[in-house]
């Protein structure tokens, strides 16, 4: 069982940066692929950015709304996963979420509040 914290969140302006942490209670060495998923009011949940292949090195994915404006990242001295968001805008309102895979199992966490306000 793996369990995540989510920090972060907040009530930015357009335009605005934030960003999140995820930090998992097992080292991020025995995760496979780590990210971030959000849910905005009324809409299914959908993928925002993947690292994949985390023990090697790690490599991103980005869903094409974010891409160029969000970045993920792991510190690995820190165990912790980042999502930089720049730029904001209204439409990324939503709970974002951070999942962890480990062999066939996925994991979540709680969810972080983020409200984009023009």
């Known amino acids: 069982q793996v369990q995540l914290v989510e920090s972060g969140g907040g009530h930015v302006q357009a335009g605005e940066p934030l960003r999140l942490s995820c930090v998992p209670s097992e080292s991020i060495f025995f995760i496979n692929d780590m990210g971030w998923y959000r849910q905005a009011p009324g809409k299914q949940r959908e993928q925002v950015a993947v690292m994949t292949r985390v023990p090697t090195g790690g490599t991103p994915n980005y869903a094409d709304s974010v891409a160029g404006r969000f970045i993920i990242s792991i510190d690995a001295a820190k165990n912790t996963l980042y999502l930089q968001m720049n730029n904001l805008r209204p439409d990324d309102t939503a709970v974002y979420y951070c999942?962890?895979?480990?062999?066939?199992?996925?994991?979540w966490g709680q969810g972080t509040q983020v409200i984009v306000s023009s």
């Open positions: 999942n962890a895979k480990v062999l066939s199992r996925k994991y």
